[in-house]
């Protein structure tokens, strides 16, 4: 089974205390997402392999180390991954961005998917797959049907704050997908919202509902 990481980083969690809290405005909501996104994505490429080569400085030659060629594909689930993207991008510029479009029916919260675009070398790249909420799992699991049914091997999944709910789901459903969070909450409420949470993360990002 694969690995749930929960990162108790000093930032990640001196920044998720600030977004969570109401009073933080969506200029400062957007900024602290990205941020959060990019000191996720130092975890996820933590195991990234190094390759040894040679380049001369101003003053001589120096054996160093760099990422070997890795292939990386950044998918947000819409709307809200797209909030994180950017940051992940900043660490991983060359990462390939595919979108998955899912929106949660309020009744009976199905996740229901409207959009796809990925790119074709899906199964040679690593997947960065990410969704700020991690409540029942259901747009979490569909995202990755989605992408394993288009030949995607590697998986990982970037949340910010996830449900037990929805932890326990994703991994019953795909248990070699790891999972990356900057927190773990209580639970879910009666409308499927993680409890304490931050709220609705699309609406907090983009100001509609
Ligand atoms: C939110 C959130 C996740 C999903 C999590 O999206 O961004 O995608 O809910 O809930 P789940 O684990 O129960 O599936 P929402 O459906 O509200 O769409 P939005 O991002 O377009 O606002
Ligand atoms: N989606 C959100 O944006 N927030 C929640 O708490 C649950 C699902």
Redesign the pocket.
């Known amino acids: 089974m694969a690995e749930v990481h929960v990162i108790e980083h000093p930032l990640i969690q001196h920044k998720l205390a600030m977004i969570r809290d109401r009073q933080t405005g969506p200029k400062e909501f957007r900024e602290l997402m990205e941020e959060l996104a990019m000191l996720l994505a130092y975890e996820v490429t933590r195991e990234f392999p190094l390759e040894e080569m040679e380049i001369e400085t101003p003053i001589g030659h120096a054996r160093v180390r760099m990422v070997s060629g890795k292939k990386v594909a950044v998918i947000p ?5 797209l909030g994180m993207t950017a940051g992940i991008l900043r660490l991983l510029p060359t990462a390939k961005v595919g979108h998955i479009g ?3 029916d309020p009744e009976p ?1 199905r ?1 229901v998917a409207y959009y796809c675009k990925l790119p074709p070398d899906l199964p040679d790249r690593e997947i960065i797959l990410v ?10 699991v569909a995202g990755i049907d989605f992408l394993k049914e288009r030949g995607a091997n590697v998986i990982k999944l970037m949340s910010l704050i996830a449900a037990p709910e ?1 932890i326990a789901r994703v991994r019953e459903r795909h248990p070699d997908v790891e999972i990356y969070l900057a927190a773990v909450d209580e639970r879910l409420d009666e409308h ?1 919202y993680i409890i304490p949470g931050l709220g ?4 907090r990002l983009f100001g509609t509902r």
Not at 77 to 81: C, D, H, T, V, W
Not at 131 to 140: C, H, I, K, N, Y
């Open positions: 689930i819409l709307r809200a991954g899912v929106y949660r919260l996740p969704d700020p909420m991690l409540a029942t799992g259901g747009s979490a929805g499927g609705d993360a699309g609406d």
